[in-house]
């Protein structure tokens, strides 16, 4: 008796995960009809719906990287604040080099960074709207006496980054800083999804250039020194400060986020005598993007390091952290726009993004601070913020005030850290 109902219970069994095993493979059958008929009859959508699903993995696989707890990097409280002396404007021209992290006159995130050696300049991105171009163009006019330009990078194609580089036409006369000046050489990103109006016009201003004697290279031939690209570039004669190349995964790799097709750089000031230092730039890189930056390049610990994708708390992960070490840090943004989101943690700088980078220095700079979004309303928070090294000494001076972060009222207001 007992054996039969076991029988008859196991039969049971067996048919009810036949059942579902059925179940299963129709769905998945179903499914793949279904995507064979989007692909072959809708392919638009197709691919509108399969870069909605790599969208949403890229966001779970960061979800992954911002909250784990348990890769807490060494660093300590702010253990690498030195201080860093405060300069003079007048000496900021004549000094050995000099970076700047530009305001851009509006409410908007943007970035823009000036280096200068000499009358070697190098301007990396141009946001963070078409009106910019004259903020960024009178601020360069301070500094470039020659009209050139040698190095201008596009980072990656997104408005805030490249805007200026197209301007306006203001009576006929074209605003943007590749009408405006003779430019050198232009190293552009490598890959972009984006067809905008504004990539499409920042095409039109390279192209501009390129008439008028610039050479482009993507960041790509650079790496591989293709077509007479380098991947280091001596900004002085002696060859002390090069501006480095680094190689980004997402150069020739496909991505559904635009940011981590960002141009990244290294800049390296090796002196015959005294310390070699190192300050670095990644665009917009986010935190996928800068796994395989630490994985691809031997990264040096960094006296400066402008804030990922303007304090994001998508960027700035602690992997990266914990290689460069950063002893000083500039946020490109408009600190506590609401541009983005309205979750007030997640404005730029994020409460995240300084949850990790106190962990290494309390010298965090930022360029602009947002009074009202809706009112447009805006002002300076250190305003354009200047690093300079002068008699090989490392030197900060802001437009505003070189108040550090932690120390503003609108830090006190918004946002927690570097507690004592
Ligand atoms: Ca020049
Ligand atoms: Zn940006």
Known sequence: MATKKKGRTSAKKKRFIARVAAVIVTIILLLVIAALVLYFFFPETFYKLYDKAKAAYLEYTKTLYYDSDDDDPEGTEGVNSQPVPEGELADIATSQFSIHFLQLGNKYTGDSTLIKCGDTEVLIDAGSRKSSASTISAYIDQYCTDGTLEYVIATHAHQDHIAGFVGNSDGGTKTGILYRYNIGTIIEFSGHNTDSQIYKDYVAATEFAEERGATVYTATQCWYERDGASKSYALNDDG????????????????????????????????????????????????????HLVDDNQLPKVKLFKGGHHGSKTSTTDKLLSVIQPENIAVCCCAGATEYTDNPDNTFPTQAFIDRVSKYTENVYVTTMCIDYDAGTFEPMNGDIVFYIDENQLKLWCSNNTTKLKDTEWFKANRTGWTD
Do not use: I, K, R
Request: aromatic content about 16%.
């Open 240 to 291: 002390t400060l090069t501006l480095n190349v680094l190689y980004n995964y997402y150069y020739e790799n496909e991505t559904a986020d635009e940011n981590d097709y960002s141009v990244c750089v290294l800049l390296s000031y090796t002196p015959a005598e005294g310390e070699a230092s190192h300050y670095l730039f990644t665009g917009d890189l986010e935190g996928d993007g800068e796994s």
